[in-house]
């Protein structure tokens, strides 16, 4: 007797697997955070610039996550108004992942735990 692969009684099972499984694969994507202190007057500052290194940087190499938050940050400070100056910045600042204590051990050992 041959046993048929496909039977219409369990097309709505397998769609429900299907969908079940579809859906336990997505994520909410990046929580992204920012801290500054309320009393500081943002709008006093007119140019910016990077720490040397980043938190994302290791052993003197500048990662790829770097690159990009990096670009990303300057692209949007540039939009507001202020200006990239390496040489005399008003304010300097620097990108971290939150990957938790020293750069391991994520979860309850995070910086900024929620």
Request: with cysteine.
């Amino acid at each position: 007797m041959e046993i048929p692969l496909f039977k219409p009684r369990n097309l709505p099972l397998a769609l429900a697997a299907t969908l079940l499984a579809l859906v336990g694969c997505a994520s909410p994507g990046p929580q992204i955070r920012s801290e500054y202190d309320l009393s500081v007057d943002l709008t006093q500052y007119q140019t910016f610039a990077f720490f040397s290194p980043l938190a994302t940087d290791k052993e003197g190499y500048q990662s790829v996550v770097s690159t990009y938050l990096k670009a990303a940050t300057q692209r949007e400070l540039e939009a507001r108004g202020l200006r990239y100056d390496e040489t005399s910045p008003t304010f300097g600042m620097s990108i971290g992942t939150g990957r938790g204590y020293y750069g391991y051990r994520g979860g309850l050992y995070g910086s900024w735990p929620l």
